[in-house]
């Protein structure tokens, strides 16, 4: 507000006024548009991600059960997301006047640590079942050893407890009070830490070991599971057609076909939806350190935000439903869910 009233009344650049106004009333739209956004997000990702881990749990979707862990896995860790970051950070903060109550619960050092630790619970659940996808499809020795339902266990397990023992130096970085404003650092921060070069280097290598390191992780297992596919089609598309002098449909290109497109739509998916948070929060932190080149406006801030939490609600959906037995499942669970529900009318 004092940096409103400064821009307002003061009358030596009106351009920097116009400005200033125009950028206001940006961050205004944002917050209208996500007051929206984020109740639908959650009243869709809740239950979607609930029905995905239920009906993965049952095993009648035609994936191993190595698949089936890790599917699991990463809804299980998408719907605490969804809970712990977007229903109970995100949502107050846009409705800030409604959830005041917030500021007299002193949890938000350890809500810091919970969100940051199932956030990157579920971008390496991601990666790790990436790896297990390139594993089964490229590397046939090693499949028999690594693709089993014991190795994503541990996998998994490994996972979980290095990032939760990762993320408890935030519960002596934030303090226990919540500052309910919509920034990066959702509590109340000293001065001296904010600008410490030892926390900084422990939030830039937050940042860089989640989504950076992913982001490179996903992409070169994605290509070289790819390339391996498209030369193996091609071999086999040619020996085809010198043994039977014909070029026939083949399940087993069809199959690699589609596994191709499931990869490109999680990997696309991830990368396009964390892109815009990764890129502000690193140069959030640099420009707190002094290295700050350009100016990125807080708007932009906020769709890194809206764009993170979609992923969070989006990632395992997607792979889920290019499948057609999950599709099946889920159109008898419905159906049935119906049929339940009419019957109790009656």
Known sequence: MLEYHRAVTSTENPSSVRNFLTRLKIRFVFTDIQK???PLLAAFGVPFNMVVILILSRGKCGLSKCATRYLVAMATADLLVIIVD?????????YRQEFNFMRMVPVCNIHAALLYAVTDCSVWFTVSFTFDRYVTICCQKLKAKYC???TALVVLSTIAVFFSLKNICWCFMYTNKYWLINQSWFCAVSQIIAESEVWG????????LTPCIPFVLILLFNALTVRYIFLTNRARKKLRCHITGESPSDPEMESRRKSMIALYAISGNFILLWAVYMVYNI??????????VVYLH???????FMLQLLGCCTNTCIYAVLQRKFREELRLLLTCSFVQMKHMDK
């Open 86 to 94: 977007l229903i109970w950070r995100h949502i107050p903060a846009v």
């Open 298 to 304: 807080v708007y932009i801030r906020e769709l890194g």
């Open 201 to 208: 280097a422990i939030e830039f290598f937050h940042y860089i």
């Open 283 to 292: 140069y959030w932190r640099m420009g707190y350190l002094g290295y700050e």
């Open 36 to 38: 929206i956004y984020y």
């Open 148 to 150: 089993s339902e014991k």
